[in-house]
Nanobody
Framework: QVQLVESGGGLVQAGGSLRLSCAAS????????MEWYRQAPGKQRELVAS???????NYADSVKGRFAISRDNAKNTAYLQMNGLKSEDTAVYYC????????WGQGTQVTVSS
């Protein structure tokens, strides 16, 4: 059974930083691409960042230069380092593991106060 557990969300002032973690179990972690999505109230879920099993990263234009995705295959964990946070980054952040199908975590709230 696939399980993805996000942590690290919270309330932060604009300009601050947070690091989200996504601990995975029930999958061959190193074979999966890992993704971070976010969904703000009233908006569609959007892809924020992704990292392939080979370590190739990709970012939404809105977070380039501020966010960094990484993975530690030995710990079965993916990370999202978020710097220079803005109020528009406020959302529920979800991690996903993708190979043939995509599995989702339960989400963690990030709130940026201006």
């Amino acid at each position: 059974q696939v399980q993805l557990v996000e942590s690290g969300g919270g309330l932060v002032q604009a300009g601050g930083s947070l690091r989200l973690s996504c601990a995975a179990s029930g999958i061959i972690f190193s074979s999966h691409a890992m993704e971070w999505y976010r969904q703000a109230p009233g908006k569609q879920r959007e892809l924020v960042a992704s990292i392939t099993s080979e370590g190739i990263t990709n970012y939404a234009d809105s977070v380039k230069g501020r966010f960094a995705i990484s993975r530690d295959n030995a710990k079965n964990t993916a990370y999202l380092q978020m710097n220079g946070l803005k109020s528009e980054d406020t959302a529920v952040y979800y991690c996903a593991a993708r190979r043939v199908v995509r599995s989702w975590g339960q989400g963690t709230q990030v709130t940026v106060s201006s």
